[in-house]
């Protein structure tokens, strides 16, 4: 999918931010994916049950999606899938060596007028920016 759908995007952004304030209003978390996927692989984590229930309506949207829209997901020509699986968990690691991810930072850390935050998601955007004119540029992966 390379289009920009700006209805999809924004009926994806009012979910992901109805979830973090639910997720706020009931449990007192903040949203933050790798912070909740980090604490599942912490041996002293007790509060492990709302973590998983996270993830797996996490997972259940991504099907939800896939059932409505299965175009969605298809792999375009010249991405390796295992290419995209590391690519992943190489975020993954980085978000949580920097202690937090987009949706810690931009979403709840800027809704919560975090200066932190705000620093932290700037230097995400200039890094996927730079990322991408590299790779794209100077590797002429995309």
């Given at each position: 999918?390379?289009?920009?759908?700006?209805?999809?995007?924004?009926?994806?952004?009012?979910?992901?931010?109805?979830?973090?304030?639910?997720?706020?209003?009931?449990?007192?978390?903040?949203?933050?994916?790798?912070?909740?996927?980090?604490?599942?692989?912490e041996?002293?984590?007790?509060?492990?049950?709302?973590?998983w229930?996270?993830?797996?309506?996490?997972?259940?949207?991504?099907?939800?999606?896939?059932?409505?829209?299965?175009?969605?997901?298809?792999?375009?020509?010249?991405?390796?899938?295992?290419?995209?699986?590391?690519?992943?968990?190489?975020?993954?690691?980085?978000?949580?060596?920097g202690?937090?991810?987009?949706?810690?930072?931009?979403?709840?850390?800027?809704?919560?007028?975090?200066?932190?935050?705000?620093?932290?998601?700037?230097?995400?955007?200039?890094?996927?920016?730079?990322?991408?004119?590299?790779?794209?540029?100077?590797?002429?992966?995309?």
């Open positions: 999918m390379t289009e920009f759908t700006p209805i999809s995007a924004l009926i994806g952004g009012a979910f992901i931010g109805l979830a973090a304030v639910l997720l706020m209003a009931l449990n007192g978390r903040i949203a933050g994916i790798s912070g909740i996927a980090g604490g599942l692989l041996s002293s984590s007790g509060d492990r049950s709302w973590r229930l996270f993830i797996i309506g996490l997972l259940a949207g991504v099907v939800l999606h896939e059932l409505i829209r299965p175009e969605s997901f298809a792999l375009r020509e010249g991405y390796p899938p295992l290419l995209l699986v590391a690519a992943g968990l190489i975020v993954g690691i980085g978000t949580r060596m202690s937090g991810c987009t949706s810690g930072h931009g979403v709840c850390g800027i809704s919560r007028f975090s200066a932190r935050s705000l620093v932290a998601t700037i230097a995400f955007m200039i890094t996927a920016a730079i990322t991408v004119a590299v790779v794209r540029h100077g590797f002429g992966v995309l």
